[in-house]
């Protein structure tokens, strides 16, 4: 019962004060930013990145991981009341939660929710406390090769699997792969693509491009199109929160369904808690005995989404802590908070650092608690905070950028660039390119070229190395199919949905 | 003129110049062989690719139909140029008066401008950013500072 012992050390470590309270703040903070539309998870974890250069490792981990599964639980408030998604994988809880709620149903969707939000996420702790410490197991048999194609198949992956055209989000990783090459060279130290600026001699700075990716962007987007701001009148009794037995029959294999197909699509590299969702919703309406009550209030079509992104969002820490590979661009920011402790995420992270990986896994029971409790009794106060007029929450939010993107270096400098690709977002936005793939790129970018120069410099040139290594081929092989998916449904479907 | 999806025409065109700058710039660098990589062998590989793709997209969407997007040049200018006065005040004049000129100029991204609200949020995210970001994460930036 070695999972027991490791867990018992968990429990110690995240019941310190110090962690438990950085878990309250990051699972509040996270409710909060996830019932606000307009600002997410990946604009508040960047924002929160320079303050956990103050704080230990696994207290900053603990709450940056608060603060990405809470958001998954408060996603789902502004769907059902608003019909808005308070994060992107909330978008499949507008289709049934709205129209509940428009039949005075919106208490027993909200409870449904944060019940199975709570089931999901469980389900998807167990996966990552069993099968984690295997994978990491596995991976450190890995060699840059199959790093290299791990690495492809995760970012063809994200850009595939996504909403968009593959051929969009291809090219957007092959734009943040690039973006990435700017800056110093580690293996020859020459200057690349600095434009003779000394404050891109380190790079472009992450936090900026975050900031600006997905901060200031989504500012200038919301304030169009954020005025019809209306919440169900009458308020949220918890009386109308019960749910009738026909609810209840109805949710528990939606529930079961929604955390299987939710746990695998985390765990996969690139994949992430959006596609969990659609992906459940698409399983319900096809094993449901009557389909046509889908988008009218079904309740199995908001339950089963919700699970399934709260599973997926505790599988996410697979591939990112046991191989250092991020799901998405969240995911990605993570290892770039363990980066900056000086921790290197990979299969040696289980073994090297058990304290954090099993204090972390614990903190997530805790905080999954804390959520139920910050959800259910007080779901009044965060239905009220969505009536705060977006016109005097965005000034606030772009003072944070700037500040909090100063307070990295203490650099005007970043936080132009933080500007500028908040005018690139805004294009981007604009013209229906994701930026999520591309940020995932600009991380992945530094890492791929080095496995990729280390592959080829020890099979001499040769680059068949990346298919005669079994594991290595099999990534090839997978990135392939999916390459192949991708332009088979791209032909069928010849208008992509917009 | 025939209807056809201009948003992906500009987007892939977009693309295409980025590809370009950077398969040029990186031949300023060392390629190497494909045994031992120069700085210039990833990114000028990547530039590549990102014409290709470029062309892809923007071939693909003149055989479809679609709409031009209408940029909101309004909330453009007023949040950017909002960042902008902050970038080039705060080290000058100090963390509340940038403070008063990121709000001021970021409230003309709508059109209905209230004075009286947006001043006293001002003076509001001023004291919030002065006692976290000042004294509590020590950011070496004092509240005024006297230029002259």
Known sequence: MEILANLGLGFATAFSPMNLLYCFFGVFLGTLIGVLPGIGALATISLLLPVTFHLPATAALVMLAGVYYGAQYGGSTASILLNLPGTPAAAVACLDGYPMAKQGRAGVALFMTTVGSFAGASLGIVALSVFGPKIAEIGLAFGPAEYFSMMLLGLIAASTLSQQSPVKGIAMVVFGLLLGMVGTDVNSGALRFTFGLPGLIDGINLVAIAMGLFGVSEVIASITSLHAGRVAKGGISLRSMVPTRDDLSRSWLPMLRGGGVGSFFGALPGAGASIASFMSYAVEKRVARDPSRFGKGAIEGVVAPETANNASAQTAFIPTLTLGIPGDATMALMLGALMIHGIIPGPGLVSEHPDLFWGLIASFWIGNVLLVILNLPLIGIWVRILAIPYRLLYPAILLFVCLGVYSINNSVFDVGVAMVFGAVGYVMILLRFEPAPLLLGFILGPLMEEHLRRALLLSRGEVTVFFERPISAGFMIATFLLLGWAILSMIRRRRPAA | ?148
Request: charge should be positive.
């Open chain 2, 1 to 148: 003129m025939r209807n056809r999806d201009w948003g992906d025409v500009i987007g892939g065109i977009l693309l295409v110049i980025v590809g370009l700058y950077f398969s040029i710039q990186a031949g300023e660098y060392d390629l190497g062989t494909l045994r031992r990589m120069g700085p210039g062998f990833f990114p000028r590989t990547l530039g590549i690719f990102l014409i290709a793709l470029g062309l892809l997209i923007a071939t693909l969407a003149l055989f479809r139909d679609g709409d031009l997007p209408k940029p909101r040049l309004r909330p453009f200018a007023a949040i950017l140029g909002g960042i902008l006065a902050f970038s080039l005040s705060v080290e000058w004049v100090g963390m509340v008066p940038a403070t008063f000129l990121l709000v001021g100029i970021s409230t003309f991204a709508e059109p209905a401008a209230r004075p009286v609200p947006t001043l006293i949020l001002a003076v509001a995210l001023s004291v919030i950013a002065v006692v976290i970001f000042s004294h509590g994460l020590s950011i070496p930036l004092p509240a005024f500072r006297w230029p002259f």
